[in-house]
């Protein structure tokens, strides 16, 4: 359904290598920068999340709004956690089971440096 998300950042080389080392875990890599903007998405293929400098125009989307990234196992959404708060992410929810979802909804919950909601989930 969605072609691609673009976010503004307040500071693009930070924003980057956040992207950078919480998208790793995933299997989702930087696939184009420029000094505008960074994409992230599947090596070889366009981007899915493009990130674009806005200093002192950026507003996070309030309460209801997250961006879910699709994590290959457990242990990618376990790694995805660790590096978000490696990285200075504010803790949403660590990594386990979401029964009120399902049985097999394992999911973490991260804020990023710019106040973006970001989730991890394997079903």
């Known amino acids: 359904m969605l072609g691609h998300l673009s976010f503004g950042v307040e ?3 930070r924003a980057a290598a956040f992207y950078d080392a919480v998208l790793a875990p995933l299997g989702y890599v ?4 420029s000094p505008r903007g960074a994409g992230f998405g599947p090596p070889g293929g366009g981007d899915k999340l493009a990130l674009f400098a806005k200093p002192g125009e950026v507003i996070a989307p309030g309460p209801g709004f997250h961006l ?3 994590a290959p196992s457990r242990e990618a959404v376990d790694a995805f956690h660790a590096a978000a708060m490696a990285a200075g992410a504010t ?3 660590k990594p386990g089971v979401r029964l009120h ?3 097999t909804y394992y999911a973490a919950f991260v804020r990023d440096l710019d106040g973006y909601k970001l989730e991890a989930v394997n079903q």
Do not use: C, N
């Not at 930087?30 to 920068?33: A, K, P």
């Open 11 to 13: 500071d693009l080389e």
């Open 30 to 33: 930087r696939v184009w920068t």
């Open 68 to 70: 879910a990234f699709d």
């Open 91 to 93: 803790d949403e929810g």
């Open 101 to 103: 979802y399902s049985s």
